[in-house]
């Protein structure tokens, strides 16, 4: 630590005597600095040890010594050396008295001692002190790079947080806890979840002091745009030189790791892609060949496919096509890279499922390709129940931003297949595929393809194109009807819910079945098609059903 006054008055070679302010000589001294001026306050920045021979000033003068004291402490001087045997032969008793009331050392520098001893002292005393902590931070920087090979991130923390006397923990993308050292201190680490995602909002790197129980400092991990992670340091006062050293230290080790990770990664993504486009094209085999250990235990086990893309995408996708698709396309080879999160829902999902496949060491495999990305996870793992989670935050995010004026957001569409396996994988992709297509048309976040089998299909033909063939086919049927001629369009409704039991349904019209059987007869006439085809009435029935709402 700095030089103390205590220090400078057991130095031997200065013979430095203490007339006032006994109990506060514990106090570092920041520099030494010798002023005869009258008022030296405004040259004062604290911490200071003041040298004077009182050239200008009447030291006698028991009001004047008062008020130049006082301008002293609060200027943050932290002593006053006085020369004696130069102007005075001895310290003034206004001065010590002063000095005495205001609380500030008051040191006696005999005749002999120059005040460039004492600055010397002094200077020496901080060199040595910044030389003890260049070097214990060498020392923390060899320890910590020792630990981070040897037992990775664990071992780091655990090493930070003996250097600083506090606690560390280490953050994923998403402010998630992934280490902490000591072990209590994941739960007070877990606490500042909001804080770690605010300061990724930030471009790295950024750091920030948060406050409570102890004092935090938060520093971003990253090269990128976006910070991969994030390093809390907690301790109970500020950090000192040596432990400064240190959390740089921490911080470069744990980005090269990060950085390091981030290449392994875009490495594993390519294996991933290369996986699956395997796997779509009906090799199981060669899939699980090149999967080895990597996605080996994923092909085990059953899986879901998740297909997603930006609402954006979703809907001039849906504007092109008029339909869902329902071919599984060949993945472009060069789509291995995570898309960057900062205002993409693609990239934020892929996060979201890494990191929780991640916590709970589940393999998965996520390829961007192109305007979608494709994950492949475990079934009821933590990665699809994440994805879920992440949607209905979606949906949250939405509903506030339509309160907003302005609001608006970009969204997400996604599509889940039901459990498959290898073998299976092109039908699963043709699944999530068909649920991303109804969840686009929706206008819902998530779709899982076991919806749509028990559910009913009425709600699919809310669509545009369905609703304008219905128009079209009915139209002669309304045309006929408003002219008052007959009531043909309720007669073929009443018909069809009765599978064409003419006493039925002439009871629930409240006609004679002669006269149902003349209205559908005229059916059949404006039409042009027969009623005995079961494909033309399933048509007349959906159209029905699919104008049901506008009909009133």
Known sequence: MPPTLAALVHHSALKLTVRAGEDRL???????????LADPVPYMEGGELLLITALKL???????????????VGAGVVGLGFAVGVNYEEIPKALVDAAQEEGLPLLEVPRRTPFLAISKAVSAAIAADQYRAVTAGFAAQRELTKRALNDGPEGLLAALAGQVDGWAALYDASGSVVASAPEWA????????????????????ASSVVGGEDRVELHSLGTGRRPRAALA?????????????????AIALLTLTTERSRSLHAAEQRIGAAVLRMLLAGEPDHA?????????????????LILAESASASAARAHADGHARVAAPALSASAVAVPETNGDPLGGLAEVVESAAARSGESVLVVPDGERLVVLAVDGGAAVAACGEYAVALEAARTAAREQPGGDEDEL????????????????????????????????FLVEHEELAAGSVLPLLADDAVRAFADGLLRALHEHDATGRGDLVASL??????????????????VHRHTLRYRMRRVEEILGRSLDDPDVRMELWLALKATAGTEE
């Not at 514990?26 to 520099?31: A, E, G, H, K």
């Not at 979840?193 to 930030?202: K, S």
């Not at 409704?493 to 409240?510: F, I, T």
């Open 493 to 510: 409704r009443a018909w069809l819910s009765r599978h064409g039991q003419w006493d039925a349904a002439a009871a629930d019209l409240g």
């Open 26 to 36: 514990d106090v570092p001294v920041r520099w030494a600095h010798a002023s005869e």
């Open 288 to 304: 699980r060949a090149v999967a080895g250990d990597l996605y080996g235990a994923l092909l085990d086990a059953p899986f879901r």
């Open 413 to 444: 569409v996604v599509g889940l297949s039901a459990p498959s396996g290898p073998i299976a994988a092109g039908a699963a992709y043709k699944q999530a595929e068909q649920a991303l297509s109804v969840a686009r048309r929706r206008g819902r």
């Open 186 to 205: 994941g739960r007070r680490a877990a606490r500042l979840t909001p804080d770690v995602e605010r300061l990724r909002e930030r471009p790295a790197p």
């Open 233 to 249: 340091v907690g301790t109970a006062a500020a950090l000192g030189t040596a432990e400064r050293y240190a959390v740089h230290s």
């Open 58 to 72: 009447d030291a006698e003068d028991p009001e004047a010594m008062r008020r130049y004291v006082k301008r002293l």
